[in-house]
């Protein structure tokens, strides 16, 4: 199983992003996934989670700016984040929970994914 991000780069303070996550390989079914990120002398945090159920959960940090959605078919869930700070500057990762047989079931996580926001 494989979790490929992309669309992280560089963005002027204002502007938008829209991030992508799909999961790949012997996929039994696909949980709860979600985006964390990470900055420079910071742990990582929960930016965004969405339940195969699409109940979803944000940090207040991010609340009313950020989206995250997914498409069942497609294996991928998206963070679409608008009105981006300089603070969320950060590398961006996807996670999902995903069973692979009835009985194996883990965490997976994406490689991670460059936002950078400039004041």
């Known amino acids: 199983v494989q979790l490929q991000a992309s669309g992280g780069g560089l963005v002027q303070a204002g502007g938008s992003l829209r991030l992508s996550c799909a999961a790949s390989?012997?996929?039994?079914?696909?949980?709860?996934m979600g985006w964390y990120r990470q900055a420079p002398g910071k742990q990582r945090e929960l930016v965004a989670a969405i339940t195969s159920g699409d109940s979803t959960n944000y940090a207040d940090s991010v609340k009313g700016r950020f989206t995250i959605s997914r498409d069942n078919y497609k294996k991928t869930t998206y963070l679409q984040m608008n009105s981006l700070k300089p603070e969320d500057t950060a590398v961006y990762y996807c996670?999902?929970?995903?069973?692979?047989?009835?009985?194996?079931?883990?965490?997976?996580w994406g490689q991670g994914t460059l936002v950078t926001v400039s004041s």
């Open positions: 390989g012997s996929i039994l079914r696909l949980y709860d």
């Open positions: 996670n999902a929970d995903i069973a692979i047989t009835p009985w194996r079931r883990s965490d997976y």
